[in-house]
C-alpha cells in the first residue's frame, strides 16, 4: 500500500491521526489526559517513593523529640556529681544505669543528644550559606577572581579537617557557639567547590546573560538566577554536612576536646565509656554509640532522598 496526499492510505482507508508529540528533553512529565506536573511534586513523588529516606526522616524526628522533648518528662540532675550512684547498672530509677559521676545515663544521652544536634544543625547551616555564597561569586564572575577564592579554598582544603579542628579548639575554650563556629568555617569548602562548578555552567545560560544585556548587575544575577538554581545540590549537600558535623563533634568529644562538662556530648559519653570498658561497663559505651550512628545514618538515608528528588533524571522520567 502507498500513501497518497492528505494523509490517505490506498485503497481509501485514513491514516490514524498523530500521536501527543513526543516530550522534549527539559519539559516535566505530562500525564495523559491531565495537566502537567511541577517538578516540586515530581521531586516529592521520587522522595516518597523512597522508603529507607522516609524512615531517615522519622529516625531523626523522634531522636529530635528524644534529646528536646525527653528532659521534660524524664527529669535528671546532670549538674551535681554523686558517687554514691556511680556506675550503677541499669535497673529501677535509671533504666541505663548512671555513670562514674552518678549521672543518669538515659537523662545525659538526652543532654549529649542536644549538643550534637544543635552543633549538627546550626554549623551545617553556617557552611551551607558560606559556601554557597563563596562558590556562586567565584563561578559567575571566573577569571583572576575565581583563581583567587578557589586557591583560598585548596590551601585550607590542604590541611586535614580533623587537625584543624584540635588547633582551634586548643587556643579556645570549647563551648556551644565556638563548636558551632569552628565547625561550620571548616566545612564550607566543599560546598564552595560544588556550587563554583553549577555556577560555572550557570552563568553562560541565556537568562543570565539577559539580566546583562538589560544592564542587571552582577550581584542581582548571583542572586537571583546563579544561586536559586543551585538549590537542589545545596539541599542535598547540607543533609550529607549535618552528618559530617555530628561526626566532627563526637571526633572532638572523644579525644576529649568536646564541650567543657557538666555540659556534654555524644563523643564525650564514648570516650568516658571507655575507660570502663574492661569492667563490662557495657551501659556507659552502647548507648552513645549507638544513638551517633543511628542519627548519622538516618540524616543520610535522608540525603540519598533528596539527592534522588532533585536529579533531573528522576525529576522528569
Not at 148 to 165: E, G, N, Q, S, T
Not at 225 to 248: R, S, Y
Not at 268 to 276: A, E, V
Request: hydrophobic residues 55%.
Amino acid at each position: 500500500m502507498s500513501v497518497q496526499p492528505g494523509g490517505q492510505i490506498a485503497g481509501g482507508v485514513d491514516a490514524p491521526a498523530a500521536g501527543p508529540a513526543a516530550s522534549t528533553p527539559g519539559t516535566p512529565a505530562v500525564s495523559r489526559g491531565g495537566p502537567a506536573k511541577s517538578l516540586f511534586r515530581l521531586g516529592f513523588e521520587v522522595f516518597i517513593q523512597n522508603r529507607l529516606a522516609i524512615v531517615g526522616i522519622v529516625v531523626v524526628a523522634l531522636a529530635i523529640l528524644f534529646c528536646f522533648v525527653g528532659p521534660l518528662i524524664y527529669r535528671t540532675d546532670q549538674v551535681t556529681v554523686d558517687l554514691t550512684l556511680a556506675n550503677l547498672p541499669p535497673g529501677p530509677g535509671h533504666p541505663l544505669g548512671t555513670d562514674g559521676s552518678g549521672y543518669d545515663v538515659l537523662g545525659r544521652l538526652m543532654v549529649g543528644g542536644q549538643t550534637s544536634l544543635i552543633v549538627g544543625l546550626a554549623a551545617a547551616a553556617i557552611a551551607t550559606i558560606v559556601g554557597t555564597v563563596w562558590g556562586a561569586v567565584a563561578g559567575f564572575f571566573g577569571g583572576w577572581v575565581d583563581g583567587v577564592m578557589m586557591r583560598i579554598v585548596d590551601a585550607i582544603l590542604a590541611i586535614p579537617i580533623l587537625f584543624l579542628l584540635l588547633f582551634l579548639v586548643t587556643i579556645v575554650r570549647p563551648s556551644l557557639p565556638v563548636m558551632i563556629f569552628v565547625i561550620g568555617l571548616t566545612a564550607w569548602l566543599v560546598p564552595a567547590r560544588l556550587v563554583r562548578g553549577e555556577s560555572l555552567t550557570l552563568r553562560v545560560r541565556e537568562y543570565v546573560q539577559a539580566v546583562r544585556v538589560m544592564g542587571g548587575s552582577s550581584w542581582r544575577s548571583v542572586s537571583r538566577h546563579i544561586m536559586p538554581n543551585v538549590i537542589g545540590t545545596v539541599i542535598v549537600n547540607a543533609t550529607f554536612q549535618v552528618a559530617d558535623a555530628i561526626l566532627l563533634v563526637a571526633y572532638l568529644g572523644y579525644l576529649g576536646l568536646g564541650i567543657s562538662p557538666p555540659a556534654t556530648d555524644w563523643g564525650g559519653m564514648l570516650s568516658n565509656g571507655t575507660q570502663y570498658v574492661f569492667l563490662n561497663y557495657w551501659w556507659l559505651i552502647y548507648p552513645a554509640g549507638l544513638a551517633i550512628i543511628v542519627v548519622v545514618v538516618a540524616v543520610n538515608l535522608v540525603g540519598d532522598g533528596l539527592r534522588d528528588a532533585v536529579e533531573v533524571r528522576l525529576q522528569r522520567r
